[in-house]
């Protein structure tokens, strides 16, 4: 079946450090790839997403390429802030019809430090 | 704009006791509606969907049920709590016809004693 795979976490950054968070697929098809951030005590919310090879979602600094050759679609941002703290959650749905799950991984936790 | 509310945040119950969770969603019409659960350290698991009211899909097999009386609310319940059923519980809808992007409610913190 379709999975996830995340870096394990939890990953300690210094402000302003650069950051990578790793996130391979594997998958039948050509799903369409999410980044979801859970801050401390909140739901989901949305961070980024690609629906297509090669495309790059962004927002809020954060970026993420979809690559169809390696089946990944790694988190990266320049320089990360105090208020990026949160675990951070790839994910994957088939576009056509089927089944409705969005598939997770198992979330990598992420701490700035000042 | 669209905004979905779950309630209650945080809920202990005892082991045996009853369950009844809500999700309603507001500024769209016939979403798709998602119960999730996240339990510590396995991620997030779809536990059922909804396309329209009174249609309820479950994706794995539980001690859970779900409904969906109006549109815009899909409520998880049970009869008797495990355990094993703490966690928390997201809900999430998308446009209908559109799976791909879900959109999550702030969730349900439950602890069973």
């Known amino acids: 079946g379709d999975s996830v795979t995340q870096m394990e976490g939890p990953v300690t950054l210094s402000e302003e450090a650069f950051l990578t968070i790793n996130c391979t697929y594997t998958?039948?098809?050509?799903?369409?790839l999410f980044w979801y951030v859970q801050y401390p005590g909140e739901g989901l919310q949305l961070l980024l997403k690609?629906?297509?090879?090669?495309d790059k979602g962004s927002n809020k600094g954060f970026e993420a390429t979809y690559r169809k050759e390696t089946t990944s679609f790694h988190l990266e941002k320049g320089s990360v802030q105090v208020s990026d703290s949160a675990v951070y959650f790839c994910?994957?749905?088939?576009?056509?019809?089927?089944?409705?799950?969005?598939?997770f991984g198992k979330g990598t936790k992420l701490s700035v430090i000042p | 704009s669209q905004t979905i509310h779950q309630w209650p945040a945080t809920l202990v119950q005892p082991v045996g006791s009853p369950l009844s969770l809500e999700c309603t969603v507001e500024?769209?019409?016939?979403?798709?509606l998602y119960w999730y659960r996240q339990a510590a350290g396995r991620g997030l698991q779809l536990l059922f969907y909804?396309?329209?009211?009174?249609?309820i899909s479950s994706e794995v097999p539980q001690n859970l049920s779900a409904s969906r009386p109006q549109d815009r609310q899909f409520i998880l319940s049970s009869k008797k709590l495990l355990l094993s059923d703490s966690g928390f519980y997201l809900c999430?809808?998308?446009?209908?016809?559109?799976?791909?992007?879900?959109?999550f409610g702030p969730g349900t913190r439950l602890l069973v004693l």
């Open positions: 500024g769209t019409s016939n979403p798709n």
């Open positions: 994910a994957l749905v088939y576009s056509g019809a089927g089944s409705y799950q969005l598939t």
């Open positions: 998958a039948t098809g050509y799903p369409s």
């Open positions: 999430a809808w998308s446009r209908a016809g559109k799976k791909e992007t879900q959109y």
């Open positions: 909804s396309v329209g009211i009174g249609q």
């Open positions: 690609a629906t297509k090879a090669d």
